[in-house]
């Protein structure tokens, strides 16, 4: 046995095991403007989460009795080590974001049900002030934070009845990665830029899965690689479940 | 057992068994001005895949002895049922268009060997003609037809060395996904509109992934479903790579 | 007498006298989508012309019992020698595009009687395939062809009067040039960047004048060169006219 | 013999004879920063034409040892009766204007001998400020002497050759258009929307054409409507052309 | 006492005292299509001021019985020494348009009873034909000129109530700043590109403050500089003030 | 004497007496990535100022041995009490943004020398986190110490002379207004709004002005009014500019 495939190998740069998450933080409220918000770090990635709540829906959804949960992503131009152009200014948004956004309007999109939720919108707002890896799971993690405060919320005021919540279920994202042939759990960017296959996996808090999105960025990935790389998301995407549960049953 | 789990079910509304693709046809060269060139057809979607190979690389790639290839999608707007507006016209490119031109790009570059290629750029348009579900797998899967005939083209003409191919493999993609609970292959719009899931999968000529992106539409899905999807998925871009080689053949 | 005058003269690259049309061909209900569509051909240039009939005019037009026919005209990146950059990349419409769409849109409204389509609007998408000089006469050509089976089909739906057609005439268009001191018809790539006047004329099927466009690309021209470029003009959208008609003949 | 055919005709709202053009003023050097410009006035349309020239030529051009001449159109919001948008607001060019800067710019450059001006640029600027129909006509006719004097600038400055001009001819453009059955010149607003064909045409002072550019707003027109239609129009350049000679020959 | 103090010092380049406006000219009426215009001069600074008033406001302030005044400001490309790009060009209006826009308007509506105006909206063009320093004070200057028509006209017609005018003051505007340590009064170019402060002021007909503007160019400025600064402002809007009652007296 | 002209007065909704500013909190190296930064909270504003500094000038400035600063400015979606759409999104920057950015790029450029600076581009970058009023003057103030922090950074590198800093003095902003006719300092968005005349004044360390901006938002303000704001910004600056300095000296 070597030490790259251990669980427990130091060969990390942070000296993380394999199978470790980096430090977890979630600050629920940190925006008092929001209906709900919270500040999610993964290690030095820090993404500010708010969601806005209004009642009534898009033209096109009007008269159904149904909600809508939309998402955006965006980064600070210097959350990265070198500074990039705003989008603003550049005055479009591109295709990274677009597709970034995307995957978090989707995720949470899948544990909500529209029909509980009423007529109501729900927009989470996704910045990511600082960037080490991983700002999408980062982002898909908090924003659940922020949704769940923001329904609670709809709930106190009787904007969406107070027996029946529109949440199904939790979400929560991590990245997983092959380095150096090695199945690693939570890419920090020193790891991303090196991976050989980079997979982003989105998953409820009872263990489906909501998304998968693997990339070979190098040699093409097979069959077990593939299962090794979804185990290792499973064990952390339950850990943040676990934590999103804790962080939310603080405040009642 | 009902009719609806067997592999040979004609539950599906154009009569296809499960694990059957629509029929494929590929027609190389049918744009005259272009390096390589391929109208491909996966039922009654029809995509325009043409390769523009020019020498010289972007600013950021000069002087590395290193190729580039890219990729754009767009779809014209009477490809759907109902007119589109033009993305020109609306003055920005859509967040799908951008995810899906990034994905033929990523695809694409899986098979490519950017030293041997040289400081040479390929440009892969993919241009829907006519739209009936998974077009971007299609179009992936002409690509690779457009761009190994630019390739060799690029070898006829000493652009790039006549006897080592940048091509390292081929690539192909096809759709999958759950529909009232039954996995199935290659899915026209009919079908994609009820999907509970729907994954789109890239794999190369000798069985690799090069990307996996699975989307639960509806219900969250599980391990043992994921699995039966990649196994369909195998077993059609096997079939289309095969289309692929025959065709290729076909010229030579 | 000169060859070069002579209207039989081999001096083209092609071979075609001077008042030869090259092989024509239009391809009826190309697009299955559409409510009419036709990819037509004039010699290498190949255009696919759809027709988009909906219910309902803009907001301008409202409430005053006539319709609405606009066209867009576009070109694919490849369609031509070179790559150019798609406009939707581009972020802006450019100005020769802007030109022929509103071109294109003139000419069909002249053989429209809005009053009898009523509050409805076609839009003809004419989207360039394949480029060889005389596009924007071959789109004109093309989408008649397109909208007449659009309109036929929204008499047969009952959307429009089935006795009264909204179309007062046919129209077609063809281009006619200088070169070297020679009046000839229907001028291909090479043909038109040697052109010292261009002129595009649209004519309707009872032989008068839409639209009558000529431009002294190298130098002026004269009353006279006006009067042989109409007069071969007017040779070319007769024969064009023809086949527009047998064209349409054939489905009924 | 009617009054309307009579080219006395007083049928005009402004008394006008059918032949006849509205009262012409060129200002040079209205606008003191340019190398050369022009308020010119066709009854009350009004336009300020600036010629910028500058040494130096776009990149595509250099090295030639051939100059460039181009020319931008606009419209002030409230030059016309009701104001529209900034087109600088809406972020986009309109296709008119689009259309009208290119035909200014083909046509100044069909009198200028372009290795003559050798390696210079000439920007012809036309702003309307004040809008009654004939604008893009006023504007070829002012756009003419701004460019005439901006060559006289350069000339004396050395920049260009002082012995031999790159002007081949002058230019100027008028429009024509039939209105009740009846052909007639330099068509104000109130004309203008009323007119069964409209006719722009641009003929150089030695009465060769450089553009004709005639459309059927209304019912298509026939051969004999057309010859009639350019007679008017040469006519009325001619008288152009003499009005120019005389405004360039008094700073002299 | 040193020549650079004394108010009737020469040391200006174009002799004025330091205390002194350029030559000021108001052309009303210069348009005849608007409600209200001025053509105002500032020495060679030349802007051309339209109003259009028209029934109505804008979405967010319906039913409220109040009007609305807005402003846009811009430059014709050759107005200044060396050719500008026109920002419908560029596709967006950059900075400092957008921050004179707002400052027009701003000051306009500062001397506007909203709720005498009732639901009519005034927009104001300031188009800057030839700039020369102070193009934003002309505008405001000129301004004022064309919005008295626009309701004196409105007013006429019954649109506005013809005994209570909404206009409750009037509005100029001067620049002042600091040459070489002397505070002078109405920058040319050749002063404000040497000025160490730069300082804008509007001020209503009664002498009080609508805006001030200072900005440090070079060296930061203390308290006496801003006082001295202020005098000149209040001394050259008074005689701004009555030029503007003079132009406006005489129409009657 | 009224409790409102006290300067004791307690009757502002937060109970600050008029001249005392809200608690002032800076945190310097908020985020990692950025040669300096700091997140500064004036209540329960909060901007997140970051300076990004590298070597060479934009091209225009190029080898004249100086640098350049600029800045941008933006706020989040949700940092004010409704959501606003991300300028992105809408593809172009508002006015407000643009005019805020610039009033913070010159006013660190007051306190620059640009020779001392070299050939080196600072950006600092300005986002509202959280909106509470006088964002713009938080940003200058936090902006000042980013600015100071990179600056040292490259002295340590050895980018800048370590032993001659660019920076020449601090810089500071404070907003201040007129509220029922009493001045008070540091407005919160409560009193923003109502404040009838809004000033936002910019002080180097040493108190002399960099910018005074006052606009009467109602009525129009006369020189005591003037003066009295005046007074109450230099004495909000001068504390700023005490806490920019022994927040600076923390780290040393």
Known sequence: MTSQTSPNSTARADGRAVNELRPISITRGWSQNAEGSALIEFGNTRVLCTASLTEGVPRWLRGEGRGWVTAEYAMLPRATNTRSAREAVKG????????????????????????????????????????????????????????????AWAQREGIVHRRKSPLTDSVAAVSVGIIDGVPVLDLPYVEDVRAETDMNVVVTGSGSFVEVQGTAEGAPFDRDELNSLLDLALEGTAELAAIQRSTLEEGE
Do not use: F, P, W
Not at 123 to 137: F, K, N, P
């Open 92 to 151: 479009k948004i591109g295709g990274r974001t677009h597709e970034i956004s995307r995957l978090i309007g989707r995720s949470l999109r899948a544990v909500i049900d529209m029909d509980a939720l009423g007529e109501n919108t729900v927009v989470l707002d996704c910045d990511v002030l600082q960037a080490d890896g991983g700002t999408r799971t980062a982002a898909i993690t908090g924003a659940y934070v922020a949704l769940a405060d923001a329904i």
